[in-house]
């Protein structure tokens, strides 16, 4: 089967472009199963309810998000009141965190999976740590459930590497967000987990990581509070393409995909 995951979408442009892009990249894939980050698709910083429910009417079957999920505070309610909800924030938070990291489904055709959200701590928040959260979840979904997906937000390659090579052979894919950069390391580990460090962002490639890149700059100049801005130039839709073995959850292959 084919799983197809989207990287960060940031902002307007990103969601018009998973908007745009989704039904011709299941014409051309046809995945079984569509995923995608979505921490950043409101203007950037975190996402409202009513962003979750337009992009999950797209046909993603579950949003992954990160340490922006927090920004909106609209979300705390909306991740408290929806514990079966499709859109995740990183499982590693605290307990008392709204919301849950791990949503257990099954395809139209009738395939179960689980995603798994988890965030490092490297350059990040010091939350709870995300490789011995990894083992206590794949501990709790049901022994059938083989296609196991992870999307690993995280800051520093190392970790990022380290964590991967923890999971592999116990999870179909450990894939990058959050530097909203794609990386060219795709590949299957030994064991049959697919990887890659980042799958880059959907949004403006013409900006210092989706925002306009003056106030970005200004910031780094004088080092004070600045007002970022969702960049217009270049959308570019970042996503890796994933195919594997359903009675295994092993990876068969995996290949990055930009658009356009
Ligand atoms: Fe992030």
């Given at each position: 089967m084919r799983i197809l995951f989207i990287g960060d979408i940031f902002g307007h442009p990103g969601r018009q472009l998973v908007k745009e892009t989704l039904p011709l990249l299941r014409e051309e894939f046809q995945p079984e199963l569509v995923l995608a980050n979505a921490e950043n698709a409101a203007a950037g910083f975190g996402i409202t309810p009513p962003l979750v429910e337009e992009l999950l009417d797209m046909g993603i079957a579950v949003l992954t998000s990160g340490n922006?999920?927090?920004?909106?505070?609209?979300?705390y309610s909306y991740l408290r009141d929806h514990l079966d909800g499709r859109l995740l924030r990183?499982?590693?938070?605290?307990?008392?965190?709204?919301?849950?990291?791990l949503y257990v489904g099954k395809t139209q055709s009738d395939v179960g999976y689980a995603v798994i959200n988890l965030q490092g701590r490297v350059f990040m928040?010091?939350?709870?740590c995300p490789f011995r959260k990894a083992d206590a979840l794949l501990e709790s979904?049901?022994?059938?459930?083989?296609?196991r997906f992870v999307d690993l937000h995280a800051e520093a390659t190392s970790e990022k590497q380290a964590l991967s090579w923890y999971l592999d052979g116990r999870v179909t894919a450990v894939i990058g967000t959050h530097t909203h950069i794609p990386t060219a390391d795709e590949r299957v580990l030994p064991q049959g987990t697919a990887y890659q460090t980042d799958v880059g962002?959907?949004?403006?490639?013409?900006?210092i990581i989706g925002m306009e890149r003056q106030s970005v700059i200004q910031k780094f100049l004088d080092q004070l509070p600045a007002r970022f801005e969702v960049a217009k130039g270049e959308p570019r839709l970042s996503a890796v393409l994933i195919e594997a073995d359903?009675?295994?959850?092993?990876?068969i292959s995996i290949r990055r995909i930009q658009r356009p």
């Amino acid at each position: 089967m084919r799983i197809l995951f989207i990287g960060d979408i940031f902002g307007h442009p990103g969601r018009q472009l998973v908007k745009e892009t989704l039904p011709l990249l299941r014409e051309e894939f046809q995945p079984e199963l569509v995923l995608a980050n979505a921490e950043n698709a409101a203007a950037g910083f975190g996402i409202t309810p009513p962003l979750v429910e337009e992009l999950l009417d797209m046909g993603i079957a579950v949003l992954t998000s990160g340490n922006h999920i927090w920004d909106k505070k609209e979300i705390y309610s909306y991740l408290r009141d929806h514990l079966d909800g499709r859109l995740l924030r990183p499982a590693n938070y605290p307990e008392t965190a709204p919301g849950h990291g791990l949503y257990v489904g099954k395809t139209q055709s009738d395939v179960g999976y689980a995603v798994i959200n988890l965030q490092g701590r490297v350059f990040m928040p010091s939350i709870d740590c995300p490789f011995r959260k990894a083992d206590a979840l794949l501990e709790s979904i049901p022994s059938d459930v083989k296609i196991r997906f992870v999307d690993l937000h995280a800051e520093a390659t190392s970790e990022k590497q380290a964590l991967s090579w923890y999971l592999d052979g116990r999870v179909t894919a450990v894939i990058g967000t959050h530097t909203h950069i794609p990386t060219a390391d795709e590949r299957v580990l030994p064991q049959g987990t697919a990887y890659q460090t980042d799958v880059g962002m959907t949004g403006p490639y013409d900006s210092i990581i989706g925002m306009e890149r003056q106030s970005v700059i200004q910031k780094f100049l004088d080092q004070l509070p600045a007002r970022f801005e969702v960049a217009k130039g270049e959308p570019r839709l970042s996503a890796v393409l994933i195919e594997a073995d359903p009675a295994t959850g092993q990876a068969i292959s995996i290949r990055r995909i930009q658009r356009p």
